[in-house]
């Protein structure tokens, strides 16, 4: 409080040096009595006034002392009635008027030492004190003007105090480790009629999300009396910081409040939490104009649309933050459009650009130096899935190895960077450099404490391509017995194709059974929209891939009976899938029924022309077709081998093809091909870990 030259009260005034005076020499009566006979007080008036000169002076234990001398509860008690006729004495208004001012004064002198006496606790330590002091202003004031609202409300002073105690007391609680009466308290703060002004209840209001968001104390759901029939009614802490948050950004769109930075990034951090990170980028979208730089916001946007999973968008967005009239050079938005650009082969030659510009602009700049490796790390990614779609196996050769380079540079910037690390045993291990990909596999493991699951299954893919089938059993149920039962999805198929590289079909179907019954056990419990919190990797498991799973294995083992129920089960889950389509293939070419196979290939290509095994079959049986069908067969492979290089059946098959038409050098080139991809050859593609 600042200071002031004189004390006024009931019309009044004394020189407040003459009062300092006085409680400088130690006399505490004399400065009460000369307040009392110049300003007309009584006794704990008088006193309310000293308390207050001694706080405002920073002497706390003398403004204690000074409270302490006057019976503040009862004088609140003497002025309770006149305060509740105030309401019935409106007709007599020219002949009470006087009295009410002096009542009203007399109540703001007292409620104010009240809550001066608890902030004097507060700073001297005496935190359980200080907070029953400011309860019982809040108290005193909620049954003495209950009725006197309106005019508790014109009294600046009087609301003023109350607005003060009211933000005061949850900290008080807070501070006193009463973190269950804190939480009641801000809800008391926000839902009782205290007249607030709006800057008080945003403070509030902020205070309490922050308290929900970290508090680690679950408060449950409010109790809502009030509530409307079909109002949202938070369910738990992280709901309700949200909720709040929302609010204050509410207010300030409509002019109420200033801008507060932090209200966004506390909304961030909460809306992250949950996942719900497209809501976050809605709330950024509504924001008024010239808070934020549009740059910024399209970058925040993209970032938030990202982590949703709506890539198109995000990238959309930082197009246009990356214009050459806009922040062509924003560093960390380059890196995230080569993050989006590494996951689709057709982006890729795009993203390398942004990559390249990041490394460019990272150079020689001090701050943005540690951001180089990451700036090679995205040129790796990008160039190796750019190297999927290479028109020529020269190309496909250079972009792979340029791919290899770069994941080293960065390796350089970040040798302790287990992602890093990941992603080259990875790079390694789709060329089929098995060594450096265990290599990698291992040191991932090592890095991480082996508490990420996609290491596991890089490594037990890395021994299954090296023929070393028991070993990588051992490392999948090593795995399985450390990891919890949702994200076993992954690891169960993993080991069910290993019992099927390790002829051991019924142990197969054994594995699928208890796959499909966790995947079903899943669906049960967390409903057909999965929990965004549950961040777990068996999300790419699902039911249908499983019932095609042991269709195709029921379908090697001529069981067709059964590999037509499972067929069934899959198209009651989805009518059209080319996988379920190309298990429905097999399975009529296993029975030999080569023109339904050679439809059910072809109606899955003309529903993913991407779709490789397809088309690798389709291939195959054209060339059982005679020496006419040759030709397509041959365009058929040609084209699975440009989408998947590494497609061993599709070089097998070109190479018969290569034999019946006569040309024997080719052949052998085709077999050598498929020979050395057979002995590297994993039980499932090292990209289905991504």
Not at 43 to 63: D, I, K, M, P, T
Not at 157 to 163: A, D, I, R
Not at 196 to 220: H, M, P, T, W
Not at 472 to 497: H, S, Y
Request: hydrophobic share 40%; glycine share 6%.
């Amino acid at each position: 409080m600042a200071a002031v030259n004189e004390v006024r009260a009931n019309g009044l005034s004394i020189k407040t040096l003459e009062v300092e005076a006085k409680l400088n020499e130690g006399n505490i009566q004399e400065a009460e009595s000369s307040l009392r006979e110049s300003l007309s007080l009584n006794v704990e008036e008088a006193r309310a006034l000293l308390g207050r000169l001694e706080y405002q002076r920073g002497n706390l234990e003398g403004a204690l002392r000074v409270f302490d001398g006057a019976d503040l509860q009862a004088a609140i008690q003497r002025l309770q009635p006149t305060l509740t006729e105030k309401a019935a004495s409106r007709r007599n208004r020219s002949r009470t008027e006087s009295m009410q001012i002096v009542t009203q004064n007399s109540a703001n002198l007292v409620l104010e030492a009240m809550y001066l006496k608890a902030k004097s606790l507060q700073k001297l330590g005496r935190i359980t004190e200080a907070t029953e002091e400011c309860k019982n202003v809040l108290d005193i004031v909620e049954r003495v003007f209950h009725n006197c609202i309106l005019d508790m409300a014109s009294d600046n002073k009087l609301q003023e105090t109350v607005s003060r105690a009211v933000e005061l007391l949850p900290e008080l609680w807070k501070q006193a480790g009463g973190f269950q009466e804190a939480m009641s308290s801000y809800r008391r703060a926000l839902l009782s009629q205290w007249n607030l002004d709006n800057e008080c209840c945003a403070r509030i209001q902020k205070k309490f999300a922050l308290f929900l968001l970290y508090s680690g104390v679950e408060a449950g759901p409010p109790n809502l009396a009030s509530q409307i029939d079909g109002s949202y009614v938070p369910r738990n802490n992280l709901e309700e910081a949200i909720l709040l948050l929302m609010i204050l950004l509410r207010k300030f769109h409509l002019g109420k409040i200033k801008w507060d930075p932090s209200i966004m990034e506390y909304l961030t951090f909460a809306l992250s939490l949950c996942g719900k990170t497209s809501i976050l980028a809605r709330q950024m979208e509504e924001i008024l104009p010239g808070v934020f730089h549009r740059c910024d916001r399209w970058n925040i946007m993209a970032l938030c649309y990202s982590a949703a999973g709506e890539n198109a968008v995000a990238l959309n967005l930082l197009r246009k933050s990356l214009n050459k009239h806009e922040k062509p050079d924003e560093i960390l938005a380059l890196l995230l459009a080569a993050r989006i650009c590494s996951g689709d082969p057709l982006l890729a030659a795009e993203g390398v650009g942004y990559a390249q510009r990041a490394i460019a602009t990272a150079q020689g700049v001090h701050v943005h130096e540690h951001l180089k490796g990451v700036g090679f790390r995205m040129l790796g990614l990008c160039l190796g899935k750019q190297a999927k779609v290479a028109s020529s196996d020269h190309e496909r050769s250079h972009l792979q190895t340029e791919a290899l380079k770069s994941l080293d540079a960065a390796i350089a910037f970040e040798q302790n960077n287990p992602d890093l690390i990941f992603d080259l045993g990875l790079q390694h291990a789709e060329h089929r450099n098995s060594h450096a990909a265990l290599r990698c596999a291992k040191q991932f493991i090592d890095a991480t404490g082996g508490s990420m699951l996609k290491g596991w299954r890089l490594l037990a893919l890395v021994l299954s391509a090296q023929q070393r089938y028991s070993e990588a059993q051992v490392i999948i149920d090593a795995a399985l017995d450390e990891t919890a039962k949702w994200e076993q999805g992954p690891l169960l198929r993993m080991k069910a194709k290993l019992k099927i590289s390790q002829s051991l079909p019924m142990d197969a179907v054994e594995t699928y059974r208890f796959l499909l019954a966790l995947v079903q056990a899943q669906r049960k419990s967390f409903g057909p929209l999965r929990s965004s919190i549950l961040h777990v990797e068996d999300d790419k498991i699902s039911e249908l891939e499983v019932w095609q799973g042991l269709a195709n294995l029921y379908s090697s083992l001529s069981h067709w009976h059964d590999a037509e129920i499972c067929l069934e089960k899959a198209r009651a889950l989805m009518q059209y899938c080319p996988a379920t389509l190309h298990a429905e293939g097999i399975m009529y070419d296993g029975r030999g029924q080569m023109l339904e196979a050679l439809a059910a290939y072809s109606n899955g290509i003309s529903l993913d022309p991407s779709y490789v095994p397809s088309r690798v079959l389709i291939g195959a049986l054209l060339r059982k077709m005679g020496p006419n069908s040759l030709p397509v067969a041959k365009s058929f492979l040609s084209d699975a081998l440009r989408l998947e290089p590494t497609n061993r059946a599709a070089w097998y098959y070109l190479g018969m093809i290569h034999k019946d038409d006569g040309r024997i050098s080719d052949a052998c080139d085709c077999f050598q091909a498929a020979s050395m991809l057979e002995e590297a050859d994993p039980i499932e593609s090292f990209s289905s870990i991504l």
